[in-house]
């Protein structure tokens, strides 16, 4: 796993974290040519102390942490992008882990990030969401974070719209939700992505389905080294139905799943 060092601390460390995390380089965007401009710093920065005070207060041990990177309105879509955040991290209070796709490339790793760094990206929008499990099943993920299924669960060959039933690929918002699913499966150490899959249908995960056009599949094919079609059925994929894994989907689950969770809006 990629690891970033931070502050370790609460209010007094924030600072210091924040400023840690402006100096260095981000992955996981498509790499645009120009840094960020002090504006967009600034308003990142806020937006990572607001999120980080809200974790605080929230008394969790572990949150969904979500972030705008990308315009998805035609999908009908707010967020992005999400990460695992941890309060007790080796790296640091509220350490995110988030799968990330390597400059539009068809890699991705695994990062734990500072909530500063993970917010100093090229954001669309300027708010987040928090969501923090119910009390068993953040102590389940908890602990599964503290161990090998992360890891395990991490598929580096990167597809934007990977499929959801699908292991030949994986996107960063499919990786948190076979997290999800592996802390409930039974096996333990043994879970694969195969059985979180499984587990998810079996517990009656109902994918989104996204609708892409040919035409505009070819090109993405085409122009576009992290995103394929050659994971999903068939018959789906000639329609333009496309099953991946936003983070709508994941926080839609979430609250099916645990009706203990609570969601909160950062602005």
Same mark, same amino acid.
């Given at each position: 796993?990629?690891?970033?060092?931070?502050? *370790?601390?609460?209010?007094?460390? %924030?600072? #210091?974290?924040?400023?840690?995390?402006?100096?260095?380089?981000?992955?996981?965007?498509?790499?645009?040519?120009?840094?960020?401009? @002090?504006?967009?710093?600034?308003? /990142?920065?806020? !937006?990572?102390?607001?999120? &980080?005070?809200? %974790?605080?207060?929230?008394?969790?041990?572990?949150?969904? #942490?979500? =972030?705008?990177?990308?315009? +998805?309105?035609?999908?009908? !879509?707010?967020?992005?992008?999400?990460?695992?955040? @941890?309060?007790?991290?080796?790296?640091?209070?509220?350490?995110?882990?988030?799968?990330?796709?390597?400059?539009?490339?068809?890699?991705?790793?695994?990062?734990?990030?500072? *909530?500063?760094?993970?917010?100093? $990206?090229?954001?669309?929008?300027?708010?987040?969401?928090? /969501?923090?499990?119910?009390?068993? +099943?953040?102590?389940?993920?908890?602990?599964?974070?503290?161990?090998? %299924?992360? =890891?395990? +669960?991490?598929?580096?060959?990167?597809?934007?719209?990977?499929?959801?039933?699908? $292991?030949?690929?994986?996107?960063?918002?499919?990786?948190?939700?076979? @997290?999800?699913?592996?802390?409930?499966?039974?096996?333990?150490?043994?879970?694969?992505?195969?059985?979180?899959?499984?587990? !998810?249908?079996?517990?009656?995960?109902?994918?989104? $389905?996204?609708?892409?056009? /040919?035409?505009?599949?070819?090109?993405?094919?085409?122009?576009?080294?992290? *995103?394929?079609?050659?994971?999903?059925? &068939?018959?789906?994929?000639?329609?333009?139905?496309?099953?991946?894994?936003?983070?709508?989907? *994941? #926080?839609?689950? !979430?609250?099916?799943?645990?009706?203990?969770?609570?969601? %909160? +809006?950062?602005?």
């Amino acid at each position: 796993m990629a690891a970033r060092p931070e502050a *370790v601390g609460a209010a007094a460390a %924030l600072a #210091l974290m924040l400023a840690l995390a402006a100096g260095r380089a981000h992955a996981g965007q498509a790499c645009r040519e120009e840094a960020l401009s @002090v504006d967009e710093a600034r308003r /990142a920065m806020a !937006l990572a102390e607001r999120s &980080f005070a809200a %974790l605080e207060a929230s008394g969790a041990s572990v949150a969904l #942490l979500a =972030r705008a990177g990308q315009d +998805l309105s035609a999908y009908g !879509l707010v967020y992005s992008h999400m990460g695992i955040a @941890v309060r007790d991290h080796r790296a640091g209070r509220w350490t995110v882990v988030h799968a990330l796709n390597d400059c539009g490339t068809a890699s991705s790793d695994l990062y734990e990030d500072g *909530v500063g760094n993970f917010f100093l $990206t090229d954001l669309f929008r300027y708010r987040a969401q928090v /969501a923090i499990p119910g009390p068993a +099943l953040q102590a389940r993920l908890a602990a599964a974070m503290a161990g090998t %299924l992360p =890891r395990r +669960l991490h598929e580096p060959r990167y597809n934007m719209l990977s499929y959801v039933y699908g $292991t030949r690929y994986q996107n960063s918002n499919q990786w948190v939700l076979e @997290v999800l699913a592996g802390a409930e499966v039974p096996a333990g150490p043994a879970v694969t992505r195969a059985a979180a899959q499984s587990w !998810l249908r079996g517990h009656g995960y109902r994918p989104p $389905t996204v609708h892409v056009p /040919a035409a505009v599949r070819l090109g993405a094919r085409m122009f576009r080294a992290n *995103v394929a079609f050659d994971d999903h059925p &068939f018959d789906r994929r000639m329609a333009g139905s496309i099953d991946t894994v936003s983070t709508d989907a *994941v #926080l839609a689950w !979430l609250r099916q799943r645990d009706p203990d969770a609570r969601v %909160l +809006l950062i602005e």
